[in-house]
């Protein structure tokens, strides 16, 4: 479980990062190497958050779309991806950065088959230029904890046998793995959930949360400030034009 000071480092060095105008680079923008991030804030997606993860599917290129879906999804069946998402049954959770755009998320599935109610399945996307940072991987165990919570005890993924970052995660968490030719098939065991799992959980969507509104209001700033410096050098020119 994340004990208070870590958590209260963790919004103080978000906190700093934020005071960066955005087109620096930092941890949470996925532009280059800096430090590791003591937390990663993970988001709880709603349907409001429709059109941009609609926004994020789409900017995968044809081979990560491939990977994702296991086909060369086309704008169009992105798109009815997106608009047939359940917010009620499953659960989708992002990774943001400074500049509010979705770099990663993940589709918790459940299972509606009355056979397997306590089964869930995992797929993850990480756009090109926030790879290696291991946003998959929190991703994944950001998704497992809250399957245990929701008293799931088995969960899959179904993934392209070529999607090796994709497997190695599950390999990573103990899921054991059946390959049948293009594709594989992991399955993990969980475990049931406990307190500290319950009361991690919400510490980490209450941290999500409080980075998400510090990063909505660092984003309005630097906006009115370009702003600003836009009517400046409007005006700027506007006098050496009508000066003689």
Known sequence: MVQPKTLIQASLDGGRDLLRPPGGHSDHDGDGPQRSPVMVPIRSLGPSHRERIAGHLLSLD???RYLRFGYAASDEQIRRYVDGLDFERDDIFGIYNRRLEL????????????????????????LSHARSRGYGARLFDRAVMHARNEGVSMMFIHALSENTAMLKIAR????SVQRDGSESEAYLTLPAATLDSRVSEMVEDRFAELDYRLKVQAKQFWDFLSSLQEVRRGMRDARQKSAP
């Open 62 to 64: 044809p081979h990560d």
């Open 172 to 175: 990573k968490a103990g899921a």
């Open 103 to 126: 770099i990663a998320m993940a589709h918790l599935a459940f299972s509606v088959n009355p056979n397997c109610a306590s089964c869930s399945e995992f797929g993850v996307s990480v």
